[in-house]
Every structure is written in structure tokens, then in C-alpha cells.
């Protein structure tokens, strides 16, 4: 880990799948933790006053990947704080390493044979449609980049419930507290 600042006043950098409910685990963990939460997708989406993906239709994608650095910008700013950040972003330029400084990433994963089952409940009948499937799937490939980056801490939150999820990454992140890593 190359980060220098005091344990205490470190985020916890949250990316990889958590399913439809990743404001509402970040919070959690957050509240739990007695922390800021940011949730860097929700922040682009409001600086832009429209959702990401009508962003990247509208302005294309080199404005995307503008205003996501100037989120992160802000981010790296911030102290204890749990910021939230798709894979997607985390791997664009150099916002990796300039999250990493603040503190360490944790990548929550899923099994492949679960992430394809959640997806299915999320897009409905759109999943049938070949074209919006494979969409789908680039995308969650792009996302799951982050999984070869060297470290970042992975848990796999496949056999987990959201209340699993949110006491292993609070334990996980008080054990780093005690011993001051």
C-alpha cells in the first residue's frame, strides 16, 4: 500500500459488483464506521444533472472520463471518508493510484453463475434480447478489470447477504485499525 496518511483519517475505497443496492451497503458501511460516504457515480450523475449513461450518449465518452477525473479530483481530497467507485473509473488514467494514496481499495466480487442469475432479475426481458445481453456483459468485463490490479484487497460477496457484505468490509477494515496498517 502506498498511502502515508495517518490511519485515521484514511477512506476506505469501495469497487466491484454489489448489486442494485451499492448506495445502501456504502452507507451502511459508512454509518457503521462513523465515516463520510461518497458515492463517485451518484456525484458525476448530479454534477452532470443527468445519469451517467445519457451522459456518455450525449457528450461522449472523453467528457465522461473529464468530469470523472475532476470527481475523483475532489475525492482524493476527502478524509475518512468510504468512497465508492465503479471499476470502470478506477482503471481510467491514473485515478487508480491517486485513490490508492488516500487508502486501501477493496474489490467486492461475485461468481460468475451468481452475477449472470442478478443480471437477469435486473434486465428482465431485456436479457433475452441478444444485443442488450452482450452490452451487458461488455460492460461487466470492463468493470471487472479492476480484478487483476495488483493491491486490492478482493472479497467475494457471492454466498453473502447485503448484511454479510457489510460486517466482513467493517471487520475487515477495524482489524487494519487495531494493527494500524
Not at 15 to 22: A, I, K, N, V
Not at 39 to 52: F, G, V
Request: with cysteine; glycine share 8%; net charge neutral.
Amino acid at each position: 500500500m502506498t498511502t502515508f496518511l495517518p490511519f485515521s483519517e484514511r477512506n476506505l475505497i469501495m469497487t466491484g459488483y454489489m448489486g442494485p443496492d451499492q448506495p445502501l451497503l456504502g452507507k451502511e458501511i459508512a454509518t457503521r464506521l462513523k465515516m463520510n460516504y461518497v458515492n463517485l457515480e451518484a456525484e458525476i450523475a448530479q454534477r452532470m444533472d443527468m445519469p451517467i449513461d445519457e451522459i456518455r450518449t450525449y457528450f461522449g465518452e472523453t467528457r465522461l472520463r473529464a468530469v470523472e477525473t475532476e470527481i475523483v479530483g475532489e475525492a482524493v481530497l476527502r478524509r475518512s471518508s468510504v468512497i465508492r467507485v465503479n471499476g470502470r473509473t478506477l482503471v481510467q488514467g491514473n485515478n487508480l493510484e491517486r485513490l490508492r494514496s488516500t487508502g486501501p481499495i477493496f474489490c467486492l466480487t461475485i461468481g460468475l453463475d451468481a452475477m449472470l442469475q442478478r443480471m437477469h432479475i435486473y434486465m428482465g426481458a431485456r436479457y433475452h434480447n441478444p444485443k442488450d445481453r452482450a452490452l451487458a456483459i461488455g460492460e461487466l468485463r470492463r468493470e471487472w478489470a479492476v480484478r487483476d490490479l495488483s493491491d486490492i484487497q478482493e472479497i467475494d460477496t457471492t454466498y453473502m447477504s447485503d448484511e454479510d457484505i457489510i460486517r466482513t468490509l467493517v471487520g475487515v477494515w477495524r482489524s487494519l485499525t487495531v494493527r494500524g496498517v
